[in-house]
């Protein structure tokens, strides 16, 4: 349905309401499908003060037949075929009234009406027949005929071009109304794929947690704010800082990246800042630092927990004022950069211990990203498994068999998706010639590794297990199959088992196979 106000509204139908009133003296109106009137205050600026219609609404009966003249055009219109070009009718009191149907897609929607005028090539007749059609509402004849020597006179060509002027506002209607049904189906296409989208940038998955993340990042990738990556090692933190940077404006600008921990605290101080010739030994001409690099783009610090108190006091001092101090130097350089910062550590808890300044806590915690762990997203990893096949595999299509796949489930993932992707590249090395990779190609770890959590009995996981620790194993491994088969059906999977339904209560709990963890 048609919003009748906003389109009101527009410039165009407002300026070419002014000409049709300059022109000639008429007003334009707007009615809906139903015949009823729009008033509002916007509309209401379109009108004219016709003198002949102002002196019958003064009557009872005649405003009531005004009222009815849309109403009358809508029959007028559906009389003729419903035509969707320009049509006039004659109101109640013989004056000629020009309108247009608006109709979107097929549907009508109401009129765009002007009048009432009387013709040039008949203005006699039809002014008798005004004063005929008026004389039963007590109207005296020298008021009637005053107000009809007040009434618009338009000519053929006049006519013709009032029409003209009306099909051209009702075709501005349709272009504004499909612009604005063209952006709102794109912004809910936006919004589903947004809902369903399964990759940010480099980003894979589509499970709830990933997908919350994609809407932060579509809010604050626009932003110059800092922010802060908090995650396990191996769980993207430089790819979510590499898509808020290439979704930002300043996507054409540097990205640079430095690791915090790479380097001593003078080296750092160097790498980041710069140095003048001869500030040490060795500096034999002037170095450029990163932040300089970046100017006008984005620097991404990894492992900023790991940044020396010095170190920090500089940070802050960027991120204050933006500038700093090259190295030997006593030049002050300023800059334009976006830190975006990322750390495994728990830079609250450093605070509170004093091992981190706090006021440079939160100049880089201005919005805080939390990335999950890989067990807490494992439906994205059959996802993942298919990228990275994609990625570093052969032309040919590889995939891994149910077995494999089951059993990478399974696994805790102590190093993420960085450690997925090495697995994958290892399997890929590993498969010679065949399309399937089956499980006996995992590293003995994922193969072995049975327990949430990575608590597997015996030492290190490489370590080949004792009987009694292979016999655990293979029980726990076996009661995860006949759950998995029987939907987690406890009776079906203790009788598939020949065990009680007790005994199966209890070795769940033993082996800590909980349902969600497992799912």
């Not at 009637?144 to 009702?170: K, W, Y």
């Not at 016999?471 to 076996?478: D, G, H, I």
Request: overall charge neutral; glycine content about 8%.
């Amino acid at each position: 349905m048609l919003d009748w106000s906003e389109l009101a509204g527009l410039r165009v139908i407002g300026r070419m309401a002014e000409m049709i009133n300059q022109r000639w003296n008429l007003g334009v109106g707007f009615a809906d499908e139903r015949g009823q009137l729009i008033d509002t205050p916007t509309i209401q600026r379109y009108a004219t003060d016709r003198p002949l219609c102002v002196l019958l609404r003064r009557t009872p009966e005649g405003r009531r037949r005004c009222d009815a003249v849309a109403q009358q055009m809508i029959e007028h219109h559906r009389a003729g075929g419903e035509k969707t070009g320009s049509a006039c009718m004659t109101c109640h009191a013989g004056l000629f009234e020009p309108y247009v149907p608006v109709r979107m897609d097929g549907q009508f929607e109401g009129l765009l009406l002007a009048g009432g005028f009387l013709r040039e090539e008949d203005r006699e007749a039809q002014s008798e027949e005004v004063l005929a059609r008026c004389a039963d509402l007590s109207i005296p004849k020298g008021d009637l005929r005053r107000a009809l020597e007040r009434t618009p006179v338009l000519s053929a060509e006049g006519e013709r071009m009032l029409q003209d002027l009306l099909e051209l506002v009702v075709n501005e209607i349709l272009i504004f109304r499909e612009e604005v049904t063209r952006k709102e189906r794109r912004l809910d296409r936006l919004t589903r794929e947004l809902a369903e989208r399964s990759e940010y940038g480099q980003l894979i998955g589509k499970s709830p947690a990933m997908r919350s993340l994609y809407r932060t990042l579509e809010k604050v990738a626009a932003s110059a704010s800092s922010v802060l990556i908090l995650g396990e090692n191996g769980t993207g933190k430089e790819l979510v800082a590499r898509a808020l940077h290439f979704h930002s404006d300043r996507k054409d600008k540097p990205f640079i990246v430095q690791n915090c921990s790479a380097f001593n605290d003078n080296l750092l101080d160097s790498e980041l800042f710069g140095h003048a010739r001869g500030a040490f030994t060795g500096a034999v001409g002037t170095k450029k630092g990163l932040f300089e690099v970046a100017d006008g783009g984005t620097f991404f610090l990894d492992e900023i927990g790991d940044m020396s108190p010095t170190l920090q006091v500089k940070l802050l001092r960027v991120l204050q004022e933006g500038t700093f101090i090259p190295v030997g130097s006593t030049q002050t350089r300023k800059v334009d950069v976006r830190i975006i910062a990322a750390t495994n550590r728990d830079l609250k808890s450093m605070v509170e211990q004093g091992l981190y300044r706090e006021d440079l806590y939160y100049r880089i915690n201005v919005v805080t990203l939390s990335l999950p762990p890989l067990r807490d997203r494992l439906e994205d990893l059959p996802m993942l498994v298919d990228h990275f096949l994609a990625r570093h595999g052969p032309e040919s299509k590889i995939r891994l068999s149910s077995g494999c796949l089951d059993r990478m489930m399974d696994f805790n993932w102590p190093g993420n998706v960085r450690e997925l992707e090495n697995e994958i590249e290892r399997l890929l090395v590993l498969q010679g010639d065949s399309e399937v990779i089956g499980e006996e190609f995992l590293s003995s770890r994922i193969r072995y590794e049975i327990y949430p959590g990575g608590a597997a009995p015996g030492g290190p996981r490489e370590q080949a297990p004792s009987l009694p620790e292979a016999v655990e194993r293979l029980e726990r491994t076996m009661i995860l199959d006949h759950l998995k088969r029987s939907r987690w059906n406890k009776t079906k999977a203790a009788d598939s088992l020949g065990i009680s339904r007790r005994n199966l209560i209890r070795k769940v709990q033993a082996f800590d196979l909980d349902r969600r963890k497992n799912r």
